[in-house]
């Protein structure tokens, strides 16, 4: 079902998001048009119920979806958009239109919050939509960035908080979205590796680079597998397995972003090159909804007070 | 890239073995210390072996008619991990289950399947793999060790060293040149039974650097061994051996080597009460659920009847990578509590393990080889 669902999404990216149209989109642009492809194709209601209108998918079936927009560096919260009308739909509370972003700090900056009409907030006792309208927002002019800073008083229009909070399922969309971005450096810096010519052959033959480039193939399937056993569980996912999806991803993304850039050289810090698409946001979902050591002390106190072995606790949700 | 190794289950069936093999350890792994536990790998007891398999433990992939349980890859999974985080003394059966007895299933002959199988699955017959030579380390295609037809079958003569177990066992599946010289390369290699307790067979063990003896050095010296020694087809020993050692990386016994190390310290941070390391728990749970995921993956793709040798290179570089972190670690978190009291048990685990780490990497083809592998499966060579 899954493949089936991929390849018209991943046709859809490529058509509407292609790398002018995402650096259009960072540079201010209108992204209305974008949204609306997206809103239009019907995906955003993959993760409702069928008895609702949506495709009824699990979090595990849209997986590679997630990972597709991490892949195309997608500049709009489509997969926070997702989920949001999951839970909303799920809460029995009609879903507003356009983008929404799932704001579990009020602290940070949140990704794709300057492209976004609405926020499910977190306020520690429920989720709350609140239009952003109504909430501050503050750039964090980094560049080409659409991060932001929400605060304000969230809305009363509330549904009940997930058991996890709100942070853990945000978690593991980021780590889905940083599997995707993972796959694609890799093969953008295997494929330059195959064709950039220095000393007379092609520098993949080099012996260092084949090292480099093979523990980023590992940091890769790392990634992805972790990002699958974050979505194993749902929307409502165990501490274990959003820590686990987190810590992995967020922990190889800066390796993976320093390796790519290395394998590229002085080319792959150009604006006009794509793969500083990528590796920014790397960075950013790193760092977004609690970086490598933030679940790895979640997941340590959780271990710590579990009287198990270490093989028991990693087979257990 | 490498899109085939994605998240497994564990099927029921698999995991219904699970509280068999934890029972079987329950009565037979109690008040075992923690620094002959994390031994495991190097842990030689014939005996538990043998009980092993007469509990139906070994031979969890072959077939029931030579003697297996015909269970398959995952079931294989689940008592590897089991028999591996509770420290089990597994040498006298670990290559001969895992390696020997799956190639003479594939490459073997009816006879030499009767002749062995069924005794592996016994836990009767213990196997060693020939390949290291003194002058045939990671470049294994320059081995020199030869066997010659004469009017008996092969005559053998050479020499093999850092041979895991070989003084313990009954069996080696050597590696060895046939036709050609080194200079040929992969062609010429085959790969041949030979009896360890056969007129011209000398065996010395080695002592490593932790005082166990684990590894011996072999010679061979006009060793007369019958036609049917050479398994599968004279020449394609390489090709064998590749795949055989596909067999030898994706286990899960790559990710769990260090495991006795980490539960004991868990169990001290745990005794002690002591906080401030939960990050660095955390961080590595993650890895290990991470890792045990990606050996899934793996074994997944080996019970779908694939060869998975560049995923399982992937899975044995990183998950080695995380066994000999854990020690480097843990005795950082300890000693940087300098007053704190630490167990003698727990001081000889952790140096143990961080003494034996090296040979994580080294056994089973080097970490230099097995990213030259991965590099050649995303075509850069």
């Known amino acids: ?317 | 890239m490498f899109d085939g190794l994605t998240l497994a289950a564990l099927p029921d069936a698999a995991e219904a073995v699970r509280p068999k093999i934890r029972a079987f350890l329950a009565d037979h792994m109690a008040g075992i210390a923690a620094d002959t536990r994390a031994r495991s790998w190097q842990g030689f007891d014939a005996a538990f072996s043998r009980k092993l398999g007469a509990e139906g433990f070994l031979g969890l992939t072959l077939p029931v008619e030579y003697g297996g349980q015909g269970l398959g890859p995952f079931a294989r999974f689940v008592v590897v991990e089991e028999l591996l985080s509770a420290g089990a003394p597994v040498a006298a059966h670990w290559i001969a289950d895992r390696q020997s007895a799956p190639l003479l299933l594939h490459y073997g002959t009816e006879g030499q399947r009767q002749r062995h199988i069924p005794a592996i699955c016994r836990g009767e017959q213990v196997f060693c793999i020939g390949m290291s030579e003194p002058g045939s380390g990671s470049d294994l295609a320059s081995v020199r060790t030869r066997a010659d037809r004469n009017a008996d079958g092969w005559l053998l003569n050479g020499q093999k060293i850092w041979t895991t177990n070989a003084h313990h066992a009954d069996y080696m599946i050597a590696l060895v040149r046939t036709s050609g010289t080194s200079t040929d390369r992969q062609a010429g290699l085959s790969q041949l039974i030979v009896d360890l307790h056969a007129p011209g067979v000398t065996i010395r063990p080695i002592t490593d650097l932790t005082g166990d003896a684990h590894f011996a050095e072999v010679f061979f010296d006009n060793v007369q061994l019958a036609d049917d020694a050479l398994v599968g087809q004279e020449g394609d020993g390489w090709a064998q051996c590749t795949a055989e050692l596909a067999f030898e990386r994706s286990g899960p016994e790559r990710i769990y080597s260090s495991v006795v190390l980490l539960d004991a310290w868990i169990a001290h941070l745990q005794a002690v009460g002591r906080r401030d390391a939960d990050a660095l728990v955390g961080r590595l749970t993650a890895e290990l659920a991470t890792l045990r995921a990606m050996s899934l993956a793996c074994t997944a793709l080996l019970a779908a009847g694939e060869s998975p040798v560049v995923e399982a290179s992937i899975v044995k570089d990183r998950g080695t990578g995380f066994e000999q972190e854990l020690p480097v670690v843990i005795g950082d978190d300890l000693a940087a509590h300098p007053d704190e009291p630490v167990s003698a048990e727990l001081w000889r685990t952790l140096a143990y393990v961080t003494h034996i780490a090296p040979s994580f990497s080294l056994r089973g083809g080097t970490r230099e080889i097995l990213r030259g592998i991965i590099a050649r499966g995303m075509g850069l060579r």
Not at chain 1, 241 to 255: L, W
Not at chain 1, 271 to 284: P, S, Y
Request: glycine share 10%; charged share 15%.
């Open chain 1, 1 to 317: 079902m899954t493949t089936e669902l991929l390849e018209p999404f991943v046709r859809m990216l490529d058509e509407i998001a292609s790398p002018a149209a995402v650096r259009a989109v960072e540079a201010g642009g209108e992204w209305q048009a974008m949204w609306r492809a997206i809103a239009a194709s019907g995906f955003l209601d993959a993760l409702v119920g069928e008895d609702q209108g949506g495709s009824g998918l699990t979090l595990a079936q849209v997986e590679p979806l997630l990972q597709a927009l991490g892949a195309s560096a997608v500049p709009l919260p489509v997969g926070e958009t997702m989920i949001a009308r999951a839970l909303l739909a799920h809460a029995g509370i009609a879903a507003p239109a356009g983008p929404v972003v799932l704001a579990a700090t009020q602290g940070q900056p949140v990704p794709c919050a300057l492209v976004a009409n609405h926020a499910l907030v977190d306020t520690g006792a429920a989720l709350a939509v609140t239009p952003l309208s109504e909430m501050e927002v503050t750039a964090t002019g980094v560049h080409g960035s659409l991060a932001a800073v929400l605060s304000g008083p969230a809305q009363s229009l509330a549904l009940p908080r997930p058991a996890n909070g709100l942070r853990s399922i945000a978690a593991v969309l980021r780590a889905c979205l940083i599997a995707g971005a993972a796959a694609r450096v890799c093969d953008m810096a295997a494929a330059h590796a195959a064709q950039r010519v220095q000393f007379g052959k092609p520098i993949g033959k080099q012996q260092a680079l084949q090292q480099m480039l093979s523990v980023m193939a590992e940091d890769m399937v790392a990634c992805r597998i972790a990002a699958q056993l974050g979505c194993a569980g749902g929307l409502d996912p165990a501490l274990t397995h959003a820590a686990t999806a987190k810590i992995t991803t967020s922990a190889a993304a800066p390796r993976l972003a320093a390796s790519a850039h290395a394998v590229h050289g002085a080319i792959g810090i150009a604006e006009e090159f794509d793969l500083q698409l990528l590796t920014r946001r790397l960075h950013e979902w790193r760092l977004a909804d609690g970086s490598e050591s933030y679940w790895s002390g979640q997941l340590g106190a959780e271990r710590l007070g579990a009287p198990m072995s270490s093989m028991d606790f990693a087979r257990t949700p």
